[in-house]
């Protein structure tokens, strides 16, 4: 058989099917963390980059691993990141993954403890021991490989991020990127994910009350942000999506019910 003969029409999308594979953008405090592990659906493992994951306790089916580094002499937890991959992989060669959903929270701090990892690549350093050019091209390669990979899981993933501003010189705009190393990996990382949103949030001092909201379809200077759920655009719902986190369906699951309906069982909710 020929690669050709291996054609087969797409395979229509459903509730059963479907896998969200999502990049959330926003400032701290956005609601990155909480709105997007606790409104996944089913058992959700957490890996916590930046210390966050106190903001989840209680919560439950949640499972946290930290990988936290603060040596920067240490690719320590790097390694651990890389070897978390691994085992899930095998986990799931061997059917014996127990998460539905995976959130890897803190692209920035990935970037920085995989920055440590290439530090060790090449003793030669820059003024005052900064990454010099040759280990930009390992740490690059090495965080998009492991990104990627996490992506291809089976599973939802999730993976929060930071904005960058940075001003253009000749037109004095201010350009919003994800925050990471490498002119090139600011503008691919959102490339590699169906679900690209921003996350705000707004205070209602007279009520008391934050509001955490995602925008999930381009705009202005966000103008990447998208959503392969709502496709065709803006066929399911309009933004901005509140996140209610009282209430249910909220986040990720009234997403998922607007695009594909209740889950079965849920009809007479």
Known sequence: MTILETAKP???????????????????????TTSGVLT????????????RSASLAGA??????????????SPAAWDKAE???????????????????????????????CMYWALLLDPKRGLGG?????????QMKNLQDHVRSMINLPVNYVLT???????????GAIHYFVKVFGKQMKTDVPGWFNEVYYCYHTSNEKAKRETYLWHTSGFGKFDFMKSSINNPAGKYWTDPIEIDLSSEPAGFQKLLELRFGKEKGDETK
């Open 83 to 113: 070897k978390l991959k691994d085992e899930l992989w095998t986990a799931v060669r061997k059917k014996e993954l127990k998460w539905d959903s995976i959130v890897e929270d803190g692209l920035s701090s990935m970037s920085t403890i």
């Open 10 to 32: 797409a395979e229509s999308a459903s509730r059963e099917n479907y896998r969200i594979k999502a990049l959330l953008i926003g400032h701290s405090g956005s609601g990155k």
């Open 161 to 171: 991020a930071h904005f960058n501003a940075l001003d253009d010189e000749e037109t």
């Open 60 to 73: 439950p089916d949640v499972d946290v691993i930290e990988l936290l580094e603060q040596n920067p002499k």
């Open 130 to 138: 900064s990454p010099a050019k040759q280990h930009y091209g390992p």
């Open 40 to 51: 996944l659906p089913g058992r959700k493992l957490v890996i916590d980059y930046d210390g």
